[in-house]
Structure formats: structure tokens, C-alpha cells
């Protein structure tokens, strides 16, 4: 298989936290995927009147548009140059898709934040967590489903913060802190909103995907374009948790990133 990412494409990643796949999946299977979820969202793209509400999330859906976006050739060699061959898992499908419409009220969920990876003790009734070796989160994704331009709400990233957050959990052990008691550190310690860090948005065409460290500090925004934006930001699951002690020497990309932060890289 073809590498999809140059080697400058694997250092930006390490080092920016995100590199963007362009052309990922077909202009065809964007809108086949558009099709599907106009309807589970209850609105038409061309009737403002629709438009309820700043955002409405799909949970996720299994048919085929994403299971074929998610399987690409490009993003399989990705996946393998960023994770690992053998180290991550296939999807069936992709959600969550936030669809984001112009609109007066605010969205009321564009605080800065990283995602969880994993449930702790009581499962569906326990707290999201993250942990060091980031357990059940191998990347975070960002799939553009429609064009994204700077008006259209692109996901903010702040460049570099995946190497913020390794020292917030390295005594926390496999049991890693909860989601919430995780950004509060971070924001107490300024490294949130982060104002050194600069901030890159997640724009593109349709079929382009955003492969980011899963330590990275992203927010979303108000739209304020013309046209409904639809964009779906699954996890890709590891097969394992992420090994930061190998005798070999042969750390992913992911990993590389991790040990950098912790001041352990080199």
C-alpha cells in the first residue's frame, strides 16, 4: 500500500498534533453521506426555516456512505503510518455528526477541551476518563462531510497542546483522571485556552479528514456562513493501549508525541 503521508506530513503531525488527509474519501460518497442525514436530522439544507437550533448531533449511523468514508486506502496507510500496522481497529461506520447551522443563539458547546477515551467503574453510568497510554482512543477524526470554509464553523485547534497534556496524567496511572477534573487542571494551569499556542481551524473540502493526536485541545465555534456544515469526529480505536516503553525502540508516531510531552523523546 502506498504511503498516503510524507515524512514531513508524520513530523508535522508529532509535532502540531494534526495533519489533514486531503481527497480521503469521494466528493460521492460526502453527499451519499449528506443524503443519509438530512433526514435523521429533520431539516431540509435548503429551508432556513428548518433550521432549528445552532447544532443537532446524530449519534452515529453504520450505513454504507460511512462504512466505505471510513475504509478508504488512504486513510487504512494513514492509520497504519500514524498508529501502528496491526495497532488499530477497522470501523463500521462514523458518528458523532454535529451539524451546525447559521442561527442567533450561541452553539453552547464551544469550550475548549480534549476528548475522553473510555467509561470508568459503573460503566454507562460512570464518568468519561482519559489516561496516559489513552485507552480507547487511538485518534480523534475529523470527517468533512460538506465544504468547510473560515464562516462555516471549522473545529479550532490549538496547535501543539497534545504536548500540554502527558504531564497532567502521568501519575494519574491506568485508571487516568475523569474528563472533567482533567480540563479543570488544565485550565488552572493555563494550558486550556493556552494563549501561546496558536490556533489552526479545520477547514476543507468534502471528503477531506483531519487525523489528530487523540491529547489534542480543540473547540468548536459559532457558524457564521450561509449553508448548513456537517462533519462527523469518531474515535479510531487502538487495539491496545498505547506502549510508551518499548524495548525496540519502535514507537508510533502517537507514542513519540506522548514521550515528547513527558520530555522523554530523543
Known amino acids: 500500500m502506498e504511503p498516503t503521508l510524507t515524512s514531513q506530513g508524520v513530523r508535522e503531525f508529532v509535532e502540531r498534533g494534526f495533519v489533514r488527509v486531503d ?3 469521494s466528493c460521492e460518497v460526502a453527499e451519499a453521506g449528506q443524503a443519509e442525514l438530512w433526514p435523521l436530522a429533520g431539516v431540509d439544507p435548503a429551508d432556513p426555516s ?6 443537532v448531533r446524530i449519534e452515529g449511523s453504520a450505513a454504507e456512505p460511512f462504512r466505505q468514508a471510513a475504509n478508504t486506502e488512504r486513510l487504512r496507510s494513514a492509520f497504519d503510518q500514524l498508529v501502528g500496522a496491526g495497532r488499530w481497529l477497522p470501523r463500521l461506520g462514523l458518528g458523532t455528526f454535529p451539524i451546525r447551522f447559521p442561527h442567533p443563539e450561541e452553539p453552547g458547546d464551544d ?10 467503574e459503573g460503566g454507562e453510568g ?3 476518563r482519559v489516561n496516559l497510554r489513552s485507552r480507547g482512543r487511538a485518534l ?20 501543539g497542546s497534545h504536548l500540554d497534556v502527558p504531564p497532567f496524567l502521568r501519575d494519574a496511572g491506568e485508571e487516568g483522571r475523569g474528563f472533567f ?9 493555563g494550558r486550556l485556552d493556552a494563549p501561546d499556542r496558536p490556533v489552526a ?5 468534502a471528503g477531506d479528514v483531519y487525523l489528530c493526536h487523540p491529547f489534542l485541545i480543540h473547540g468548536a465555534q459559532p457558524h457564521r456562513g450561509v449553508r448548513p456544515r456537517i462533519i462527523a469526529q469518531p474515535p479510531l480505536e487502538p487495539v491496545a493501549p498505547l506502549q510508551l516503553a518499548r524495548a525496540d525502540g519502535a514507537y508510533s508516531p502517537v507514542e513519540e508525541a506522548v514521550r515528547r510531552g513527558l520530555g522523554q523523546a530523543g
Open 181 to 189: 477534573e482533567l480540563c479543570e487542571a488544565l485550565d488552572a494551569a
Open 23 to 25: 481527497g480521503a474519501f
Open 140 to 159: 480523534l477524526m475529523l470527517f468533512l462531510f460538506t465544504d468547510v470554509g473560515e464562516d462555516d464553523a471549522p473545529t479550532r485547534i490549538k496547535v
Open 126 to 128: 460512570g464518568a468519561y
Open 201 to 205: 481551524s479545520a477547514t476543507g473540502r
Open 111 to 120: 469550550g475548549w477541551h480534549l476528548d475522553a477515551g473510555f467509561l470508568g
Open 50 to 55: 428548518t433550521w432549528a437550533g445552532p447544532v
